[in-house]
């Protein structure tokens, strides 16, 4: 903390505001809004702060704010000012394009072409589509199926699609006004969903192109059907009320968040897209930020939904559209397809990461952390059970940096203390090692535990009564379950917030231990982890137990989630009481 900085925090107003980090050069580096300016800024200097964070703070050499009447105020002057001044740390999106439309020419010949906005009035926009190849396949079946002019600017003579029957011939012919209505109508209806009619008769040619016997005719109405059936796949969902609306979900772990937007225009669902950004500040202020930047550069539809209230009131005072959130009815189900997308967008982001990275490099500095000999061989044990029931323990093994599953084992545990973890952990490694030594198989560099301190002491009896000397640490969580770094058998933290290829190394590794000890437990005891645990909750019934289930696959997973998480999928009440009970 500079002196400038030092002086400055007595005197921040708690009042709304922004305020603006500069560095040395007077350079504005990072840009924030408050409901209260002291309680914010401060707590960059005065809390230890890790990962972005601490990176920003580093480089802050003073500071300054602007006062505003109101929240609201300020969050719009927040997005001002980023835009002004671009600051490094505001980066939040890093894709700010225009999703593409399709746009069909509303007067004369009909003529489709791929727009990046919806401005001109001259046009007929569908869309816009999140997965741009998308929209290339719905206008070039477009272009197959209906007589379109397929040049850009009418030439004097007519070119192959006429001859071969797939235009009209603008170019020679006198179309009448009726014939272009008729198709620019037949076209509109087909993007609005109704393609019914078109692919029956498409189907009635196919079949009578074969009784022909002409094959080749018969296998292009085929093709042009499993391409509409394709696209109608990718669609995936259909809403009968036909509104164009975005829907967001959010999920988040170990530091970083994963928001959700699935697009649906005119009922049709258009694509889904996931944006990840490490975790700045309060998470319901950064939901709303990401999504103020997203329709920056996207147009807004006739509805959001979003199931977080905060985040709800926060952008409904901002945004010029219908912004709601639903606790019943087939929307709920889009909800939980967008909740499921982030989830699945940040479990992918951490798998594939820095897969790039040089694993020798990793290993050798992992060893180097530790100070032991590069850990080639890793084994991870994790346990899982139900309030005692049903225990099993799970051990995975890295190899070079790489699973290797024929090596995996599973465990039964026979112990009396079933609830007991570190007894449990103690006798899953004494079994595993025991075994190695009976048959004097090789053994590993590195042990690690999912846990803390507890955990690794009891890895580190089986070693003393075995007489081994392989090195036992734990992966350890900070109080919001998130990855925080390695500890060992005195006690000593290693932090991993500057190694962060090192880090989500460790956490896939985390992961897959944690993943094939989960499955194994539901092996032996197929979704009943909630049974006795959720039952007397009020507005909790079987339905809403069973989506909880197929998000959250055993008890720790759902004790990571938020009240905001919980939200998203089940009324605010009930999420709330889920989350006392499992916490309690």
């Given amino acids: 903390m500079t002196e400038k900085v030092k002086q400055a925090i007595p005197l921040l107003p708690r009042k709304p505001g922004c305020y603006l980090m500069k ?43 602007i006062i505003t009447k109101t929240d609201k105020e300020s969050f719009i002057l927040e997005m001002n000012l980023v835009h002004t001044y671009y600051p490094r740390y505001n980066i939040l999106l890093k894709d700010g394009k225009h999703y593409p439309y399709i746009a069909l020419k509303k007067k004369n010949d009909p003529f489709l072409k791929i727009a990046r906005n919806d401005k001109d009035k001259n046009y007929y926009y569908f869309g816009p589509f999140p997965t ?81 016997q002409e094959y080749e005719k018969a296998k292009e109405y085929k093709d042009t059907l ?57 998470i319901n202020e950064q939901i709303s930020d990401l999504i103020y930047q997203y329709y920056e550069t996207h147009s807004l539809p006739s509805e959001i939904v979003i199931n977080i209230e905060e985040v709800k009131n926060v952008i409904s005072d901002i945004l010029d559209t219908n912004v709601i959130s639903i606790t019943k009815g087939k929307l709920i189900e889009v909800v939980e397809m967008a909740n499921a997308n982030a989830k699945q967008s940040l479990d992918s982001h951490f798998m594939s990461a820095r897969l790039e990275d040089n694993m020798k490099d990793l290993l050798d500095d992992l060893g180097n952390i530790l100070s032991i ?20 323990g799970a051990m995975v093994v890295f190899i070079n940096g790489e699973p290797i599953k024929k090596m995996y084992r599973k465990f039964n545990i026979e112990g009396k203390e079933k609830r007991d973890d570190y007894a449990s952990m103690k006798e899953v490694m004494t079994r595993r090692y025991k075994r190695l030594l009976e048959n004097e198989d090789s053994m590993p560099d590195l042990v690690l535990t999912d846990g803390g301190l507890g955990q690794v002491h009891a890895g580190q009896e089986v070693m003393d009564e075995l007489g081994l000397s392989i090195p036992v640490f734990g992966l350890f969580k900070n109080d919001k379950h998130q990855t925080k770094g390695l500890i060992g058998k005195d006690g000593k933290v290693y932090p991993l917030d500057d190694k962060k290829s090192l880090f989500f190394l460790l956490v896939r590794m985390q992961d897959e231990v944690h993943r094939f000890a989960i499955s194994f437990h539901h092996q032996k005891r197929s979704k009943s982890f909630t049974k006795g645990i959720l039952d007397d909750i009020p507005g909790l019934g079987a339905k809403r137990q ?8 055993s008890i720790d997973e759902l004790k990571k989630a938020s009240i905001e998480e919980l939200s998203q999928l089940i009324p605010s009440d009930v999420a709330i009481a889920v989350f006392n009970k499992i916490n309690s």
Avoid: W
């Fill in 373 to 392: 000999p590069t850990p080639y061989r890793i084994e991870l044990f994790d346990n899982s059970h139900i309030q005692g029931d049903s225990p099993v």
């Fill in 226 to 282: 499993d391409a509409i059936s394709h696209i109608l796949d990718k669609q995936g969902v259909e809403n009968k009320d036909h509104v164009s609306r975005d829907v967001f979900a959010y999920h988040s772990r170990d530091g970083y968040i994963s928001l959700a937007v699935l697009t649906y225009r005119r009922g049709l669902l258009l694509g889904k897209e996931a944006f990840i950004a490490e975790e700045f500040g309060d």
């Fill in 132 to 212: 741009s190849s998308h929209a290339y396949h719905v206008i070039n079946l477009l272009n197959k199926i209906f007589p379109t002019r397929k040049c850009r600017n009418i030439p004097t003579s007519p070119c192959l699609y006429y001859h071969m029957g797939m235009c009209l011939g603008p170019c020679i012919n006198k179309i009448d006004e009726a014939t272009n209505d008729n198709l620019f109508n037949e076209i509109k209806s087909f993007l609005e969903g109704h393609n019914d009619k078109i692919a029956m008769n498409l189907k009635e040619k196919m079949v009578e192109a074969s009784d022909k």
């Fill in 23 to 65: 560095d040395k050069d007077d350079k504005v580096i990072y840009i924030g809004k408050a409901k209260n300016l002291y309680n914010r800024v401060s707590q960059y200097f005065l809390r230890p702060q890790t990962g972005k964070v601490a990176a920003m703070v580093s480089h802050v050499d003073h500071f300054e704010t």
């Fill in 546 to 553: 069973e989506i909880i289930r197929e998000h959250y696959s």
